[in-house]
């Protein structure tokens, strides 16, 4: 199937699996992610092996897992997108496959799925897979096999049905997976990938609230901290924003969104998808407004997060 491609910035992973009789194994693995804090570090699944397969593609089947359930998908969702990931790479992220296919989904650049550093992130590479399942109706009605050729488009359909019995079974090894993010000094992650093209502070006459970070339709946007959703929905200038409260008076907000994940009143957690890149309101091309807020007074996000030792831009 080929060797595992290393991608990003290395981070550790610690995958804990609850091994029969209640012990606990720990395996920490020197894995790679995304530059952009959207690390995931799968926990809680409960063996190291199913189906005949091992520890390194149950680390990807427990990503792929915990990143359904942060944006909510139902576990006949999980089992597509595992059932895809064996048939596509046999659960191992690939730096390589037909034309320009990568990753534990062989998505490919050219077909819009995102850069090739994107989808060699399995976080990015399953929230994009899951992003494409929800938007097809009644998906869940669907057979599998159908269901995973409508996202992926694959000139062999009929190869998704052949995997879903060892699908359910790592599903069922892995539900307790939890994803949790790789966080900065602080507890603050980027909110996505991209180019900053458009800073803080005056442009022309006006004055600009926060950062424009460009990236394609779709890309997930994730929470900067922790915090309770205090708004989600439409918003005059922003089409469709995302506001988060975090602690110390902190207030994040996301503008222009493709749609949304997350509802007002929930609690989110570092790291976590909460909406998509958009183009939505008052806006000239798909990137994400990232507006920060202490205590009612618009920042510079830049300086804020170069404050806590981390970076945003370049």
Known sequence: MGRFAATGAAFVAVL????????????????????????????????????????????????IVAVGKQMQVPEYGWVIAIATAITESGLRNLSYGDRDSLGLFQQRPSMGWGSREQILDPTYAAAQFYRRLLALPSWQHMGLAPAAQAVQRSAFPGRYANHEQAARQIVGAVRGATCTATAMTGGWTPPTRGTCTSGFGYRGSEFHKGLDIGAPIGTPILAANAGTVISSGPASGYGLWVRIQHAGGIVTIYGHNDHNLVREGQYVQAGQPIAAVGNRGASTGAHLHLQIEANGQAVDPVEFYRQRGGQLCG
């Open 16 to 63: 804990i699996l609850l091994i029969g009789g209640g012990a606990l194994a720990v395996i920490q693995s020197v894995s790679s992610s995304s530059r952009s804090g959207a690390n995931c570090a799968p926990a809680g699944a409960t063996a190291t092996s199913a189906a005949g397969y091992g520890p390194e593609q149950m680390n990807h089947a427990a990503t």
